[in-house]
Every structure is written in C-alpha cells, then in structure tokens.
C-alpha cells in the first residue's frame, strides 16, 4: 500500500457536542486520494456517547463520494445519535478491496483532520 501515505482528509461538520436522539448531523469529508480511485477507499463516520473524552458504544456509518474535482473526492454523510448527552465523532478513510476479508485487515486507517 505504498500509495495509503499520500491520502490526506479533512473534516467539515457540526462542532456541537449535544444532539438529539434521532436529530440527523450531517458531515462532509474532503480527501486528497493521491493515485487511489474512490472505489480505493471506505470513507465513515464513527459515532458514539462522550464518555470523557474516550468515545463508548461507537457506530459506524459508509459516507458516500459525492463531487471531485482533479485533487479532492468530497465523501457526505449522517449520523443519528442513538444516545442522549454529548456525543463525538469522527471521520476516517480505510483502504477497500473487494477481497478483503474485513475492512481493518491491513491495519491501516486515516483520521479526518
């Protein structure tokens, strides 16, 4: 995977903390892939309770490649809280095959900045 160091994201979302159960967040990723091809990536949200800082019961939802233009491929997504009290979240790019028996098998994963 000598083309994963050259993959950059950004994200573009809500900054609260508090959300309503069933309330939609929606967030947007901006990732630079280098040489990869969106078919390349998996790009989700990674959602759950504010336990101090450490994120508990997290979910994850698939973000979906929306416009590119020659450098960026913009990834959008919701998220619905299944918890009440502050929540966190992130956005992170996996490497994806097809073949892959799971989407953590290379042990590789890029945190939206």
């Given at each position: ?112 900045r």
């Amino acid at each position: 995977m000598q083309l994963w160091p050259r993959v950059e994201a950004a994200a573009i979302g809500p900054n609260e903390s508090q959300f309503t159960i069933g309330e939609s967040a929606a967030v947007t990723a901006q990732v630079a892939l280098g040489k990869l091809t969106p078919k390349d990536v998996l790009v989700e949200i990674v959602h759950g309770e504010d336990r101090g800082g450490a994120m508990a019961h997290p979910l994850d939802v698939v973000m979906q490649p929306t416009v590119a233009d020659k450098q960026i491929q913009v990834y959008e997504g919701n998220f619905q809280p299944q918890h009440t009290g502050a929540q966190i979240y992130g956005e992170r790019v996996l490497p994806y095959h097809p073949d892959m028996l799971n989407k953590h098998e290379l042990g590789l994963a890029l945190w939206a900045r």
